[in-house]
């Protein structure tokens, strides 16, 4: 099995590197871009503390008078003293995806700023700019195509150089895990490359398997075998049926939150608010009373909808709960704990989330930053093995041999017809990946025929 390994390992890096060194660079990037917003919004992010906050519905109001042109949609309020609440709004001119974010200071009110938001993480321009560059290199939908294809051939490659690695022989077990001491040229390059993909591959494999939860064609399986297992993610319904409670869907329980609603009418936030809502203000105590604690988003109610209230809290430990609230009365509709998520739903959010750097903070960035430095290397290190490979004394440019054709020949049946079966498999769950591999072995048979073309007639001249 080596040598078909081998050549699959080397054609796959060689074709397939270009794709996965333009993703890694900008995952890098990404994976910095967490602290860098830090620095460069930091006037849109913080506040000065305050001694009191200010309701909810007037910072609304601010950010409301500030862009008359926005629909405001929804809230996202910190639990971090100094941090600055996020309107957020649907304007015109917005991308899909993309909202306007108006930053108010929550103890005065005062409007501090406005940038593009995107998506559920709330990624701010740079940040937004290199997620969309390392998702689809800002082509759009044609660009999604790159991103699923590197995904794709990511673990396949990964695998392929450990199990290359993993049966090399060596003087020393040392050897495995460390770079050799002593050697130069090829043979270090190759010790490099292959005790670093080592260490990184099982990281790798994750970032390949979570990459493609998301991708059009393969997230799509995905998200079909998940329906059919009933492991898709849920969500909390806010339908609301007559403005009344119990109209909630299940898990809601019809009662939750209610109580302590009891002289909430007196509350900050309520003066001159409609009789059939009872405001943003009451909503949010609602949803607090039923254990939402921690950075919340509030979606604003619509027509047959009513407040839907998250936690965004994605480090560990997560706080992923989410409730409908009524706004006539301030009664839980329905609620979603994370914990009554299906299993595999839960696997999804914690990969999805570890794969954007938001599981566990600023060491979840480091460990991406790592892994995105540690593929650049291996891909810079395996075209300089492929280069020093070359036959040097050939005049004009030369560069190294691939393993030689026919090496499946070698594999013994009984191994070789369940290999095929499971590639064709793989190839039917990840299309890009099965399309590409069939594209691969057609120019490599005709390389071969073109080759084999030319022999004879070398041979007569």
Known sequence: ??????????????????????????????????????????????????????????????????????????????????????????????????????????????????????????????????????????????????????????????????????????????????????????????????SLGLWAVTGLVLLSATGLTWSKYAGGNIGEIKDQLGSSTPSVSAALDGGTADAGGAGGGGHEGHEGMEGMEDMPGMEGMDAADIGVDLAVVAARQAGLD???????????????????DKQFPVRLDSVAVDPADGMIIDELRFADYPLLAQLTRFGIDAHMGLFLGLPNQLALAALALSLILLIVWGYRMWWLRRPTKKSGFGVGRPVARGTWRKVPLTWLLPLVAVTALVGWFLPLLGISLLVFLALDAALGLWTRARRPAAARG
């Open 1 to 194: 099995m080596r040598p078909l390994v081998l050549r699959l390992h080397f054609y796959a890096g060689l074709l397939i590197a270009p794709l996965l060194l333009v993703a890694a660079t900008s995952g890098l990037l990404y994976s910095l871009s967490y602290q860098a917003e830090k620095v460069l919004y930091r006037h849109e992010l913080r506040a000065p503390v305050g001694d009191r906050a200010q309701p909810i519905v007037d910072q609304i109001a601010a950010a409301r008078a500030a862009h008359p042109e926005g629909t405001v949609t929804s809230v996202r309020l910190p639990s971090e003293e100094g941090a600055t609440t996020q309107v957020l709004m649907a304007t015109p001119d917005a991308k899909e995806s993309h909202s306007l974010a108006v930053f108010v200071d929550p103890y005065t009110a005062e409007v501090r700023g406005a940038l593009d938001s995107y998506g559920s993480s709330g990624a701010l321009p740079v940040r937004a700019w290199l997620s969309e560059f390392h998702r689809h290199l800002q082509l759009g939908e044609p660009g999604l195509y790159y991103s699923e294809l590197a995904a794709s051939w990511l673990w396949v490659v990964a695998l392929g150089g450990l199990l290359l690695w993993v049966g090399r022989k060596r003087a020393s077990k040392r050897a495995l895990l460390v770079p050799e001491r002593g050697t130069t040229g090829r043979r270090r390059t190759l010790s490099l490359h292959g």
């Open 294 to 312: 921690g950075p919340i988003q509030v979606t604003l109610p619509t027509e047959g909808l009513g407040y839907t209230i998250a936690q965004t």
